[in-house]
């Protein structure tokens, strides 16, 4: 019998997000999705604070410097998503002298809790990293609610002897977190993945002798959609979609649950 997986993105495909994208510079509210301010802004990076945002970053002093909150505490991070050649490990010497304190998460995360009364996960806080100004430009906060259907998608898969993951560019915590809502195993679920990662873990699973679906929604999930026997763009997020995203898919669905319908 043929072996077959579907890998899930998260934000935006399994999560319905609502975020804060604050630009620090001007403190203009960016409506725009991260990834595409990613692609815009150019040479940049979106860099995930692997820690508590409530717990962690929340009770932290305001005026404490991104940079010391970082060093300090030896707070992990990973980059979702980039357009610059950078490796997280490069990051917070990058940001030595930066003025960027901590209440600008402070500002987005009280933001966020106000205007989204249905966040049932905090994804976590982030921030854009200008890789050319050596500073950062945007911060972040973000969470939200599972779609509809997504247990009952994981569950049908499953019976039907399909293995189902997630590989994602959110924070390793909000992920396992995830899991346990839609009641997946934690050992499906890949830690903070960015788009080559995304692609790497499609290819080790054909590798494997999988035959693969990938489900997404934004170019971070290009790579993996290439490598995937059948990519699946879908829309529910409601979010404007660019062409590259388009033409990387081989099927557009508009709810998740469409994917039981898929001939896979």
């Given at each position: 019998m043929e072996k077959k997986a579907v890998v899930f993105d998260n934000s935006g495909t399994i999560l319905k997000r609502c975020r804060v994208v604050k630009n620090v510079i001007t403190g203009e509210r960016i409506e725009d999705?991260?990834?595409?301010?990613i692609d815009e802004i150019g040479n940049s990076a979106l860099v995930v604070i692997q820690s508590d945002t409530k717990k962690c970053i929340m009770s932290a002093d305001g005026e404490e410097k991104l940079y010391n909150f970082l060093k300090n505490n030896k707070i992990p991070l990973d980059i979702s998503y980039s357009s610059a050649d950078i490796g997280k490990e490069d990051i917070v010497p990058m940001l030595k002298n930066s003025d960027i304190k901590l209440k600008e998460f402070h500002e987005t995360a009280y933001q966020l809790v106000e205007e989204s009364g249905f966040i049932e996960l905090c994804s976590g806080s982030a921030f854009i990293l200008n890789v050319a100004k050596k500073d950062v430009e945007y911060v972040i906060t973000a969470g939200g609610r599972v779609f509809p259907?997504?247990?009952?998608?994981?569950?049908?898969?499953?019976?039907r002897g399909i293995a189902t993951f997630i590989a994602s560019g959110d924070s390793t915590r909000s992920l396992y977190e995830l899991a346990e809502i839609i009641d997946l195993s934690e050992d499906f679920v890949f830690k903070t993945a960015n788009t080559k990662r995304k692609g790497e873990i499609v290819a080790k699973l054909k590798n494997e002798g999988y035959k693969v679906m990938m489900v997404g929604n934004g170019p971070n999930d290009i790579q993996a959609f290439k490598k995937a026997d059948l990519a699946v763009l879908t829309l529910e997020q409601g979010e404007k979609v660019s062409q590259k995203v388009y033409d990387s898919a081989d099927i557009v669905i508009k709810k998740i649950c469409e994917v039981l319908d898929i001939d896979f």
């Open positions: 999705n991260s990834l595409n301010l259907h997504v247990s009952k998608v994981i569950k049908t898969l499953h019976n």
